[in-house]
């Protein structure tokens, strides 16, 4: 059995966060899905590269709300130098007239949803995780190859990250990937995280949760095992029986 857990050093910095967790197994690989499917999951990326334009009411990143909340939020745990919430990256591509592009279904799917609701939205191969997978402050040290990296670049005391027993899978908190863990073209079994820090914005949260769901079944023909909310109250979640 092998569980998602948020530790008391999470809740400590962020006690009205909501973590929304899918597990879905037996997605279809990016060959396997329809021509006319991918057409589809290419406008719903396209539309909500539109939809988020709602959300960037100033032509400075830093003072669109949903760019405040995750600013704030970054301040509370040690980052890497330049770090940013990884929906801050996706408002700042469609400010910038250079929208998020297609990289394999997937992950077009779990950006759309973010772009979509204005939230951190995640993916990770849950068949690389190494025992339970933790979210919490780290020592530091943790191994991690981040994505389009060639060198190790270990987490740092203090920091905010996503980690197993083999070490970290996405470091401060939503900032990058790793390569270990990353989403593939054939990755069949998926564990996906929308994230709020914000108790305000929990029904978009669960209004995300849910659109996602649904389209990881309908256009990836994935079954979904689980489908929860992780809060203070409920800190964890079994992701493999």
Same mark, same amino acid.
């Given at each position: 059995?092998?569980?998602?857990?948020?530790?008391?050093?999470? !809740?400590?910095?962020?006690?009205?966060?909501?973590?929304?967790?899918?597990?879905?197994?037996?997605?279809?690989?990016?060959?396997?899905?329809?021509?006319?499917?991918?057409?589809?999951?290419?406008?719903?990326?396209?539309?909500? %590269?539109?939809?988020?334009?709602?959300?960037?009411?100033?032509?400075?990143?830093?003072?669109?709300?949903?760019?405040?909340? !995750?600013?704030?939020?970054?301040?509370?745990?040690?980052?890497?130098?330049?770090?940013?919430?990884?929906?801050? %990256?996706?408002?700042?591509?469609?400010?910038?007239?250079?929208?998020? =592009?297609?990289?394999?279904?997937?992950?077009?799917?779990?950006?759309?949803?973010?772009?979509?609701?204005?939230?951190?939205? @995640?993916?990770?191969?849950?068949?690389?995780?190494?025992?339970?997978?933790?979210?919490?402050?780290?020592? @530091?040290?943790?191994?991690?190859?981040?994505?389009?990296?060639?060198?190790?670049?270990?987490?740092?005391?203090?920091?905010?990250?996503?980690?197993?027993?083999?070490?970290?899978?996405?470091?401060?908190? %939503? !900032?990058?990937?790793?390569?270990?863990?990353?989403?593939?073209?054939?990755?069949?079994?998926?564990?996906?995280?929308?994230?709020?820090?914000?108790?305000?914005?929990?029904?978009?949260?669960?209004?995300?949760?849910?659109?996602?769901? =649904?389209?990881?079944?309908?256009?990836? @023909?994935?079954?979904?095992?689980?489908?929860?909310?992780?809060?203070?109250?409920?800190?964890?979640?079994?992701?493999?029986?």
């Amino acid at each position: 059995m092998q569980k998602f857990i948020a530790e008391d050093s999470f !809740w400590e910095l962020f006690p009205d966060a909501s973590l929304g967790i899918i597990v879905v197994r037996g997605m279809k690989g990016a060959d396997d899905v329809q021509p006319e499917d991918a057409a589809e999951i290419a406008k719903i990326l396209h539309d909500a %590269n539109e939809r988020a334009n709602v959300y960037l009411t100033s032509n400075t990143i830093s003072e669109n709300e949903p760019v405040k909340v !995750w600013r704030a939020a970054y301040q509370k745990f040690k980052t890497k130098k330049g770090a940013r919430c990884s929906i801050e %990256n996706l408002l700042k591509r469609v400010l910038k007239g250079n929208p998020v =592009g297609s990289i394999t279904p997937s992950v077009d799917l779990y950006n759309a949803i973010s772009l979509k609701y204005a939230l951190p939205v @995640g993916g990770e191969d849950i068949d690389a995780f190494v025992g339970d997978l933790r979210l919490g402050l780290t020592e @530091g040290g943790d191994a991690f190859s981040p994505l389009g990296e060639d060198e190790d670049d270990p987490t740092l005391p203090g920091e905010l990250c996503y980690r197993d027993e083999a070490g970290a899978v996405c470091r401060c908190f %939503n !900032w990058r990937d790793g390569q270990r863990t990353a989403l593939k073209d054939d990755s069949e079994n998926a564990f996906l995280i929308v994230e709020s820090v914000d108790a305000a914005r929990r029904a978009d949260l669960e209004a995300a949760l849910d659109e996602f769901a =649904g389209l990881m079944e309908r256009y990836l @023909g994935a079954e979904v095992v689980v489908r929860t909310v992780v809060d203070r109250e409920h800190p964890e979640t079994v992701i493999v029986r």
